[in-house]
Every structure is written in structure tokens, then in C-alpha cells.
Nanobody, 126 residues
Framework: QVQLVESGGGLVQPGGSLRLSCAAS????????MGWYRQAPGKQRELVAA?????????????NYADSVKGRFTISRDNAKNTVYLQMNSLKPEDTAIYYC??????????????WGQGTQVTVSS
């Protein structure tokens, strides 16, 4: 199994910053994409940001951001460590949610995987 572990959540004041990380481990042959989702109480889970395969965007990778976080959040990836990061700046109370890491790819057994982390709580409040 491919496992994901998130870290970096916590309590921050409006306008503050947090950096989330998600490390993937297991029998990974290839990692096609990694991303961050979030779910607030009473709301559906939504995509926050995602990054596809490729070391750089010009060489085949791509980035996606939710409109609500464009200009404030930045997703990045360390391919050597199978780790994805989410730098969150200018945080707003409406960013409060549980943030989940997601990864898709193929395992060394040739089976595809779609794995989720356990989630990390982000609370933006004064």
C-alpha cells in the first residue's frame, strides 16, 4: 500500500501563514499527481491545489489552484522524496478546514493507486 502522511497544520491568525507537507511512502513505481483537498464542517471536500508529473511545468508538469486560493497558496513537489508541500499565505477564516493530501500513480506491482492521507486541521482564527 502507498501511504500518505500530512503535517504542518495548526492554529493561525488571519493574515498568517502555514506550510503543509505530505510524504508518500510504499512500493511506488511512478507518481502521476499529488494534490491537496480540504473539507470544512457541513461542506463537501474540494480541490485546493494539485501538481502533475514532471519536474517542472515547462517539461510536462501542470498546476491547478482553486480560485479562492490563487495568489495566496503555492503547491510544490520534491520528487526525490515523494513529498508535496502547500505554502499558505494571507490565510483567511474561510480557509479553516481539514486538509487532505492525495496521490495517484502506479505501484511496483503494476497496480494503480489513489491514496489519501489522514488529514491535518488548519484553523484560521483571531
Amino acid at each position: 500500500q502507498v501511504q500518505l502522511v500530512e503535517s504542518g497544520g495548526g492554529l493561525v491568525q488571519p493574515g498568517g501563514s502555514l506550510r503543509l507537507s505530505c510524504a508518500a511512502s510504499g512500493s511506488i513505481l511512478s507518481m502521476n499527481a499529488m494534490g491537496w483537498y480540504r473539507q470544512a464542517p457541513g461542506k463537501q471536500r474540494e480541490l485546493v491545489a494539485a501538481i502533475s508529473s514532471g519536474a517542472t511545468i515547462p517539461t510536462g508538469g501542470s498546476l491547478n489552484y482553486a480560485d479562492s486560493v490563487k495568489g495566496r497558496f503555492t503547491i510544490s513537489r520534491d520528487n526525490a522524496k515523494n513529498t508535496v508541500y502547500l505554502q499558505m499565505n494571507s490565510l483567511k477564516p474561510e480557509d479553516t478546514a481539514i486538509y487532505y493530501c492525495n496521490a495517484i500513480g502506479r505501484s511496483t506491482s503494476w497496480a494503480p493507486f489513489n491514496s489519501w492521507g489522514q488529514g491535518t486541521q488548519v484553523t484560521v482564527s483571531s
